[in-house]
């Protein structure tokens, strides 16, 4: 449905029309800080994300797990969130170079989670090899164990490419324009004008462009190690006069990430005092918050399940396509699926806009994937062999389902709805747009406040979706680390 909408929206104002929205000076204008923002951020996220899950996972570095967890940490504190941090400390704060700070800060543990779990896997079996043929520890790094992480980067450079484009709350507050401001600047001026549909319409592209890049950018090159054995433990470099300068890195790059954004939501909770702690406002904020991602979460696992079901039990063209699909949707950004939303709705089914059902729709549009994953995962833990044998034994085919495949695979369903949950707590874009009036997320609410330079008043919301978030970004990590190990 959003890819028909921006092909639809495109075809129905005329290819001439369309030709003179896009190539106008605005478009080059946001051409040109997309392109400035994802060639600055994307390898200062890489160098981080490889540089500290190297130091955490092959270095004699003193507190190694402590730093594991510190590392993702900024993952918990959502980047409108981060932004408003470093506004509050940095008023002046503006343009490409606070986009791309404030960028780098946020989404850098996308690198660092799943190169952390490749490099935890990885067998030193080569390494040992590369190390007895006279290599040393740089080049045995860079000619053996960074080729072997090529699909964590890759893939975590499509991800912080794709939240890039999606981002909306963090590049507002620093008055950076990118296409996602410049399209809910036009919706608020025009409601679906001509003009923020064609913006759209070239954000898709560059979506659909990050995609390709990264299936290119993966290889065909075979990762896995075959043959018995068993996997040897990595040794750890000495870090010897290193150890100081790596500690002074680690608390640097944590207290810019993690401490400073929580240090000033907290400096500003102390300075709102209990006025800010409003339970009218605050409350019902909390309990709508609550609502919207347990039916999202529920609904997006609801649809997951036959989707992975399809895809592990039954491969095929048609279950991969399918499955393929989601991931297309849910690379696009919440404003486009909003707009999406708001066009069918409207135009099709008007007394569903600006209902709940579409607002939750729009969720299991943006989020399938995170329950789709952890789904397929647990149902390929599950062989139909013990669905077989219940049925031999004179158990109906759905009985057999119920009692054999959806037990076993309960808990990594529990752990894609939990994740769905967390990420709807955190979502602005696509509320903003599609919520029904009268509806208060903890998200909304932070952007009310903070829009109105209430900084104090929006201190509760922020810490909340921290506290909220963190169970998630440990969720993550530990999903990384088992997933590596299969």
Known sequence: MPLGYVVFMTASIGWSSAAALIF????????????????????????????????VERTSLRGHRIWAVLLAAPLAIPAFVNSYAWVSAIPSLAGVSSGVLISVLSYFPLIYIPAAATLSRLDPGIEQS??????????????VVLPQLRIAITGGALLVGLHLLAEYGAFAMIRFDTFTTAIMEQFRSTFNGAAGNMLASVLVFFCLILLLIEVRGRGNARYARVGSGVQGKPSRLVLGGYQLPSQVFLVALSALAFGLPLWFVLRWLIAGGTAVWNMAEFGPALLQTLSYGLAGAVLTTLFAFPLAYLAVRHPGWFSKTLELSNYVTSSMPGIVVGLAFVTVSIRLVPGIYQTSLVLVLAYVLLYLPRALVNIRAGLSQAPKELDEAARSLGKNPLMAFIRITLRLSAPAAAGGAALVFLAIVNELTATLLLSPNGTNTLATEFWSKSNEIDY??????ALL?????????YLLFQQSKKAAGQ
């Open 456 to 461: 104090a008043g929006a201190a509760p919301y």
């Open 130 to 143: 590369a190390a007895s043929l006279g290599l040393g520890p740089w080049r045995v790094f860079f000619r």
């Open 465 to 473: 979706m921290i506290v909220l978030s963190a169970p998630m970004t």
């Open 24 to 55: 106008r000076p605005r478009v080059g204008e946001l051409l040109l800080n997309t392109v400035l923002l994802i060639v600055f951020t994307v390898p200062l996220c890489v160098i981080l994300g490889v540089a500290g899950a190297w130091l």
